[in-house]
């Protein structure tokens, strides 16, 4: 199974500040990769798929780079209704596997 | 506009059964390159794939827990039904279904598929006896 590492596991940024979330993963997975939000007690929601394709309605502060093993999710200008946990999340190979999250915690 | 909702029993006692079921709406799962998928949290962690039925009734199971699941679908009900055998109060977390449609590209000859795109709300299972 492909084995993906998110990091870090969370952190404690202020408003305004630029965020960039690492997922890195076991073998090379070319783009398959999205990243997903999720708020407590909600669903997580697809923001970016194949690794930098924003989602309709997704604020453009959200991008994702990446290719292979290393993808990196980037929040430029945090706002408050962006502190989450953030999942990875690979397509390359069954079984689908999600990274461990990085929960953003307001400082 | 496609929802799914997920179904079932709040309470199971160890060892014993659970079946859930995804009823959804908006799309079918008879389109070609359709998957709907299971996906779990248990509490204060991170998301666990457990199960995915596509268009064509093929399944894939999670490695570590494929002897406990079976996933099946009736398409004349749009309605996915997950079943795991021997609960244990460790399974007990928030269980989801979601949707991922695949796009057919020519140059690859087959299905890209890109993300979840739809999730249910989640139904919260407790193992306890």
């Known amino acids: 199974a492909i084995h993906l590492t998110q990091s870090p596991s969370s952190l404690s940024p202020s408003v305004g500040d630029r965020v960039t979330i690492t997922c890195r993963a076991s073998?090379?997975?070319?783009?398959?990769l999205a990243w997903y939000q999720q708020m407590p007690g909600k669903p997580p929601k697809l923001l970016i798929s194949d690794a930098s394709n924003l989602e309709t309605g997704v604020p453009s502060r959200f991008s994702g780079s990446g290719s292979g093993t290393e993808f990196t999710l980037t929040i430029s200008g945090l706002q408050p209704e962006d502190f989450a946990t953030y999942y990875c999340q690979q397509f390359r190979s069954f079984p689908l596997t999600f990274g461990g999250g990085t929960k953003v915690e307001i400082k | 506009q496609v929802t799914l909702r997920e179904s079932g029993p709040a309470l199971v006692g160890p060892t014993q059964t659970l079946t859930l079921t995804c009823s959804f709406s908006?799309?079918?799962?008879?389109?070609?390159?359709?998957?709907v998928t299971w996906v779990r949290q248990p509490p204060g962690k991170a998301l666990e794939w457990l199960a995915l039925i596509d268009w064509d009734d093929n399944k894939y199971y999670s490695t570590s827990l494929k002897t406990r699941l079976a996933v099946s679908k009736d398409t004349s009900k749009n309605q996915v039904v997950l079943t795991m055998t021997n609960m244990d109060p460790v399974d007990t977390g928030t269980y989801y279904c979601?949707?991922?449609?695949?796009?057919?590209?020519?140059?690859?000859?087959?299905?890209?598929?890109?993300?979840?795109?739809?999730w249910g709300q989640g139904t919260t299972v407790t193992v306890s006896s």
């Open positions: 073998e090379g997975i070319s783009t398959v």
């Open positions: 908006g799309f079918s799962l008879t389109t070609s390159g359709m998957y």
């Open positions: 979601t949707r991922i449609p695949g796009r057919f590209l020519e140059w690859e000859g087959g299905f890209h598929y890109s993300g979840m795109d739809v």
